[in-house]
Each structure stands twice: as C-alpha cells, then as structure tokens.
C-alpha cells in the first residue's frame, strides 16, 4: 500500500489541482499530476477471469490500458445511464490505467488548508487506503482517490504482461 497524502503531493506549498468527476451522484477527485488525459470510450475488450472491478483493456491509439471500474470497486450502485462513457487515463508508478466515470466535472485549485482526514462515516463507504483527503468546494464533499491503492497491483500486473 503506497501512502500518498494529498499535503505531500503539493509543490512548494501552492495550490493542488485537483480533476473532479461523478459516481453514482458523488463527487471524487484525482490529484492531476496523476492524469495524463481524459477520453470518451465506446468499446473496450474484456477478459474472462478477472476482478470484476477490471473491465478490460482499452485500445487508446495503439497504446493498449487496463480499464477499471470504481463503481464496482466501491460497491456503488450500477449506472443508470450506459450513454457516453468518460475515462480518466491516469499514471501512478509504471502503470498507465483508465478509470470509468459517470461525468468529468472540471478541474479545481485547493490550497492545503482546505484538505481534511476522511471523517469515519465515509472510511465505512470506502476503504481508507482509497483515500488521500476529503475536501469541501462549492459546499459539496469532494472525496479525493489515492490512485496507487485503488486496485491490486497483481492484477494489473498480469494484464500488462499479456498485453
């Protein structure tokens, strides 16, 4: 388990950049040093015999990536809506990964006074190792993903040697 607190990750003390995004009607955030860019995605291949959390790969210009799901890693609720599908293509490590989201909401600017543990309420939704930081923007709960912790490294591992 990598600890990655969202204070260790700003430069100089200056404002964190933070990507927003929906899932099942919550607002999440990636810090954006992590986000190499963000897509829409129609079709992607599965693979028999994963984690259900893991959707498939994903072709991205040629560049093959693990797909991944945080509804189903988090035990949310399925979607309602199958429409337009937003990915997240983010870095961590070696590892280039896509996270599904219902909806890129933008990006914000944070200082490091505005970040906060998790409150117990939502380490019960989410395992806390998920987490880096709770903020509050626009009087909404921002819960804020500690990409390197999201997912069993195995697993993704695998699937990167059999690309």
Known sequence: MVKTSLKEASVDGKDLKIVTFALSKELYGINIPQVKEITSCNEYTTIPNTPSYILGLLDLRGEVIVLL???????????????KKHVIICQFEDHKLGILVDNVEGIISVSEDEIKDPEEIIKKKISPEFLSGVIVYDEKVLIVLNIANLFEKEDISKLESNK
Do not use: A, I, T, W
Request: charged share 45%.
């Open 69 to 83: 799901d945080l509804q189903k890693r988090f035990n949310l609720k399925p979607r309602e809506n199958e429409g």
